[in-house]
């Protein structure tokens, strides 16, 4: 482990040495503690340039990993299995270059992997979370192309649910979307923009359970 | 330990693990212990354990238990492999006197020497995801269990992580075994006289995907199969179990389309008809996907059956979700649905998850794909009748006076013989009658094959 950030009480970046791993932007990551059984699975949170690795680990209390992974110290020792999965993002594979993101909590993780990959993506990335300053580290995004919906607090650019937002969002019909967060925000926006005429072969998904 | 010893093996779980034990077998044997039917008086008795369901590995625990008493009153070395979670691997440390990953079975007869000396023997305490040195174990002569029938791994592992299996956490990473061992082990098998084999993995058509370009993919390895069929001119069938949509290519279905020994069938998963049920499973494909891939096997192979897996009542599950299956059965009409209850796998995913379909609910949506199979089932067996079908004959019927085949898309077919010399032949039968799922037929011809 090279260096534990903190954003909010709960939530931190993990940064890793790389190792010389190779990866696609959107994929994840086993992770644990050596000599432990229980494990996690993380999507990548940093570029696939980037020289090291990084991950944003959101800690539940009453976790078998996450606890312990937020007490790690520089030097510590972590256990890294992968990379695996397919949500992996090429943006020169799709016909259109007209991209939609949409995540709850920490599943921006994948979609800060891709800008810092590709930072001249025409994107728009929509963020759902409770509180305003659970806005993790939307700074790294251009301004003009994230909003932060906070389902609590008002003090977002969109007070209520991610798919609240996207119910009222004009999207023309060759967006390619992708999902990533908790399955009823996926299942929900699925619907939603199935219904606005986007065909499900340009839906994207990654749960995060 | 003597190596006179007896040994007793319990193999619980799927073809993956009976196609191990036929490793296990070879090497207890070739150290020179012997096998006994009889678990009571064997001095050595090992479990391929499986971690699909809790009464599988329930099982585990009890005969441990049983057999831990047994110690009380006689010499005795358990051992345990297969299918097993990290929560169960540890604790199987303290109750089993050997444990090890399968990749380690070469080392099982030195594990078991050195029992009492170093006891217990557990080598590498944790599971390695990676699969490490697990050709050393795929290098190990399997004594098949049939003559004319045998299984070959060629991959092993699962890197897909559906939230409703715990493969991933029991089997790790996905490791594709050689293409020439492979290729060795059929062209040995075929030259034998086998006439059916089938390739396993848990995602068989991923094969060759984890080694980055330095081994050839699932399509190739099939045409490499099909071209060794045509060479040494025998008839024998090739079939591969089981495959993730997915990786499910165009051109594997173009291959198979183009080979007469890989086998007109075809056993593709579905799990759901429903793409929101899909992305719940996290199965990585949706039914636009699934539809064109059916659509290329009947466009590119009429005659192919199709087989799959279904399961009802998922967490989440609503009615319209379940319709959405129903309708895909109707919309496909698979020769085959092997259709489970969801029920909650301890270390999957879903396990964590509220299983919020009541048991009544999933027995009668169980019902409604039973009929719809066994309906459209019927319409297609009643289309065979009266043409003759190659079989290949497998065993004695239970129903008397008849024997039992399949056909090259594992269609059951019975026929009236007692000539017990036909098993493992090919046969030509004419089919008289139809049922909904097996047909019933007269013996036409006994194929003589070299």
């Known amino acids: 482990m090279i260096t534990l950030r903190p954003l909010t009480e709960h939530t931190f970046i993990l940064q890793l040495e790389r190792k010389e791993m190779s990866f696609q932007t959107g994929q994840f990551v086993i992770i644990r503690r050596p000599h432990t059984i229980d494990q996690r699975e993380y999507t990548i949170y940093s570029g696939e340039q980037d020289d090291y690795l990084e991950i944003l680990v959101r800690e539940v209390d009453d976790g078998k990993v996450t606890p312990q992974l937020k007490r790690l110290e520089p030097g510590d020792q972590v256990e890294v299995d992968g990379p695996f999965g397919f949500f992996q993002f090429q943006p020169y594979l799709y016909p259109t270059q007209n991209f939609l993101f949409v995540a709850t909590g920490t599943g921006i993780s994948p979609f800060h992997s891709f800008i810092k990959t590709y930072p001249n993506l025409n994107y728009k990335l929509i963020h759902g979370v409770r509180y305003c300053r659970e806005a993790y580290e939307h700074n790294h995004f251009d301004q003009n192309k994230i909003v932060l919906c906070t389902s609590v607090d008002k003090n977002g650019n969109f007070n209520g649910r991610v798919t609240e937002y996207l119910t009222s969002e004009e999207l023309q019909k060759d967006t390619q979307c992708f999902l990533c967060g908790n399955s009823n925000m996926i299942q929900d926006a699925f619907d939603i923009l199935l219904a606005k005429g986007i065909p499900v072969h340009n839906i994207y998904t990654e749960v995060y359970f | ?450």
Not at chain 2, 76 to 84: N, R
Not at chain 2, 222 to 249: A, C, I
Not at chain 2, 330 to 356: C, L, Q, V
Request: with cysteine; glycine share 6%.
């Open chain 2, 1 to 450: 330990m003597s190596t006179h010893t007896k040994y007793h093996l319990i193999t619980l779980g799927c073809q993956m693990n009976l196609s191990d034990s036929e490793r296990v077998v070879s090497v207890l044997n070739d150290h020179g212990y012997t096998w006994t039917d009889n678990e009571e008086e064997a001095g050595l008795i090992g479990i391929l354990a499986c971690s699909v369901r809790q009464k599988a590995i329930d099982k585990v625990y009890s005969r441990i238990h049983k057999w831990n008493k047994w110690k009380n009153h006689k010499n005795l070395i358990t051992f345990i492999s297969g299918c097993m979670l990290p929560d169960d691997h540890e604790k199987f440390l303290k109750l089993f006197d050997i444990t090890f990953q399968m990749k380690d079975l070469p080392k099982l007869p030195e594990m078991i020497s050195q029992y009492g000396v170093t006891s217990p023997a557990h080598l590498n305490p944790g599971i390695d995801p990676h699969n490490k040195n697990i050709e050393e174990f795929w290098s190990v002569k399997p004594s098949y269990q049939s003559d004319y029938e045998a299984f070959i791994p060629i991959q092993n592992g699962c890197d897909k992580f559906c939230t409703f299996c715990a493969v991933p956490y029991t089997r790790g990473r996905e490791v594709s075994r050689p293409s020439k061992d492979i290729l060795a082990e059929i062209a040995l098998l075929v030259a034998q006289g086998y006439k059916s084999i089938t390739l396993l993995g848990q995602n068989v058509n991923s094969y060759g995907l984890d080694k980055k370009g330095s081994e050839i993919q699932f399509p190739e390895l099939l045409r490499q199969v099909g071209e060794m069929g045509l060479r040494m001119n025998k008839e024998f069938w090739v079939y591969f179990t089981s495959p993730h949509p997915r990786d499910m290519t165009d051109e594997v279905i173009e291959v198979i389309s183009q080979y007469p020994v890989l086998a007109k069938q075809i056993h593709l998963p579905m799990q759901s008809g429903d793409d929101k049920v899909l992305i719940r499973m996290n199965r990585k494909h949706n039914m636009e996907k699934y539809r064109h891939i059916v659509h290329t096997i009947r466009r590119l192979i009429p005659e192919a059956t199709l087989f799959t897996d279904i399961i009802v009542g998922f967490t989440g599950e609503t009615e319209e979700q379940f319709e959405n299956t129903r309708k895909a059965m109707e919309e496909f009409k698979f020769n085959m649905s092997y259709t489970a209850i969801y029920s909650p796998r301890p270390g999957a995913t879903s396990h964590r998850w509220a299983d919020d379909v009541p048991l009544d609910e999933k027995k009668r949506r169980l019902h409604v794909l039973t009929e719809e199979l066994r309906k459209h089932n019927l319409g297609n067996n009643n289309r065979l009748i009266g043409k003759t079908i190659k079989v290949l004959v497998r065993g004695t019927d239970r129903k008397p006076g008849y024997l039992s085949a399949l056909t090259e898309g594992k269609l059951i077919v019975r026929f009236p013989e007692n000539d017990q010399n036909l098993i493992g032949q090919f046969a030509d039968v004419k089919v008289t009658s139809a049922s909904d799922f097996s047909l019933e037929g007269e013996l036409v011809n006994i194929e003589q094959v070299a």
